[in-house]
């Protein structure tokens, strides 16, 4: 079965500043997706980025960008130029590619505060 | 464009009663899955359905039923709640899985 493992529960960053959540996984399939999440105090779950694992380089959505590691099963997140409205949980999910079972999983989340 | 719609939004039920939480969207999406989120475990994976007809349980099925007739609903019925189902439940969809799934806003329910 795969897990997700996400290590940081808190994490705290100053306005402007660049901060890294981290997050492995544990699988032995070779195709997969990897997503980030973001939910805000609102609860509302936002997809930040998502990465392809056959895929070498690594993902970015403007401040958003991850650094991929398939051999060590790392996908972290980089936040650039943090600003206030970052502030939220932040999870990690894995998604093996198997048709008719697209399932997301989950890690336990990561709590980013970001101060002025 | 409403997205995925989850109702009601706030619930509170005595242990043993039953309801159903509904769940609709209006992307055309074959993929939708209830998850429940409790503090520290994240989200996880109550029931999910690839399509109108077809659905399987995810990590934590006990005391749930879902139903797909249509595309667009996926309700989530509880037969006889327990305040360990106390917890935030949230519908997604998508179209593909690995696009990524659009959340409902959730629905907090207590048991008491």
């Known amino acids: 079965a795969q897990t997700v493992t996400q290590s940081q529960p808190e994490m705290s960053v100053q306005e402007a500043e660049t901060v890294t959540l981290s997050c492995t996984y544990d699988?032995?399939?070779?195709?997969?997706?990897l997503f980030w999440y973001k939910q805000p105090p609102s609860r509302q779950m936002i997809l930040v980025i998502r990465?392809?694992?056959?895929?070498?380089q690594n993902a970015t959505e403007n401040r958003f960008s991850v650094n991929f590691q398939k051999a060590a099963k790392s996908f972290s997140l980089k936040i650039s130029d943090s600003q206030l409205g970052d502030t939220a949980m932040y999870f990690c999910?894995?998604?093996?590619?198997?048709?008719?079972?697209?399932?997301?999983?989950f890690g336990t989340g990561t709590r980013l505060q970001v101060f002025p | 464009n409403a997205g995925v719609t989850q109702t009601p939004k706030f619930q509170v039920l005595k242990t043993g009663q039953s309801m159903t939480l509904q769940c609709a969207q209006d992307?055309?999406?074959?993929?939708m899955s209830w998850y429940r989120q409790d503090p520290g475990m994240g989200l996880r994976l109550i029931h999910y359905?690839?399509?109108?007809?077809?659905?399987d349980q995810g990590e934590v099925p006990n005391g749930y039923n879902v139903s797909r007739s249509t595309t667009e609903d996926f309700p989530l019925r509880l037969l006889s709640a327990a305040p360990s189902q106390t917890s935030v439940y949230f519908c997604?969809?998508?179209?593909?899985?690995?696009?990524?799934?659009?959340f409902g806003s959730g629905t907090r329910l207590t048991v008491v």
């Open positions: 997604a969809s998508s179209g593909t899985g690995r696009d990524g799934y659009t």
């Open positions: 699988t032995s399939e070779n195709n997969y997706y």
């Open positions: 990465q392809e694992a056959y895929k070498q």
């Open positions: 999910a894995f998604m093996k590619l198997v048709i008719g079972t697209d399932k997301l999983i």
């Open positions: 992307m055309n999406h074959e993929y």
């Open positions: 359905s690839v399509g109108a007809g077809i659905t």
